[in-house]
């Protein structure tokens, strides 16, 4: 069975976290604004776990509540069938859909291996005359990102890592927009092949202009993530 490091979100972020949030938010910002980085440069990627039936859509289970307000009855599926899926895209498109054998464990040998070196294959083939050059990786802070093997080998392969600020879903397209388009449109599949299958078809048809719109929302959470002085900011979103 694969594993993969679970990701604990606390309920309130600290000042310290918040801190982060917000220094990470106006260096990363400024860079934007200032031309250094373009989001058409931008790569971003993470692993998810899809289910074969889609019953329950991560978005129908997130819900905000007020004070002295009793929380929703959420049900969970541990024993439903699901595969783990990494996934990366760029502003014009998906770059890479991987399928995780249910066998293999994704440590920071399987992510360079079956990940990163694909995604860079796909790089050299989409830009032909530029390669790798300027390209940003924007991943999550799980341990197999963070891996010293890791980091060595996007810099050999001349990929700059965009730093991201722990506890920051809000913060990473795959988990604010790609994650839950596939949850919510996905129909339901009887087996591991053809969810791949459709998962696979189900990106490449998404129109390029939403891979672009995710990427400018970015530039307008990183402000509100700001504005908010970093806590979290995901109900102030109209």
Not at 11 to 17: F, I, K, S, Y
Not at 193 to 218: C, H, M, Q, W, Y
Request: proline letters at 4%.
């Amino acid at each position: 069975m694969n594993k993969v490091t679970p990701r604990w979100i606390p309920h309130q972020l600290n000042d310290e976290q918040k801190q982060e949030r917000v220094q990470l938010c106006r260096e990363n910002l400024a860079k934007f604004r200032d031309g250094s980085w373009r989001l058409c440069d931008i790569i971003t990627g993470d692993e998810t776990w899809i289910y074969h039936r889609q019953i329950h859509h991560k978005s129908t289970n997130k819900t905000w509540i007020g004070e002295g307000e009793s929380p929703r009855t959420i049900v969970h599926r541990h024993k439903e069938r699901k595969n783990l899926f990494s996934m990366f895209f760029k502003s014009n498109g998906p770059v890479l859909i991987h399928a995780v054998d249910n066998d293999e464990t994704i440590d920071h040998d399987y992510y360079i291996e079956n990940c990163l070196k694909s995604v860079v294959k796909e790089i050299r083939k989409q830009r032909k005359s530029n390669g790798t050059k300027g390209i940003k990786l924007l991943h999550g802070n799980a341990s197999p990102h963070r891996h010293s093997y890791v980091i060595n080998y996007l810099t050999e392969e001349g990929i700059n890592i965009i730093p991201h600020p722990s506890y920051s879903r809000g913060l990473a397209p795959c988990d604010y927009w790609l994650n839950d388009y596939i949850k919510q449109n996905l129909t339901d599949q009887p087996d591991e092949k053809s969810l791949a299958r459709g998962v696979s078809k189900l990106i490449k048809n998404i129109p390029e202009e939403e891979f672009k719109k995710t990427f400018d929302k970015l530039l307008e959470r990183m402000e509100l993530c700001i504005n908010n002085h970093g806590d979290y900011f995901e109900h102030l979103i109209k």
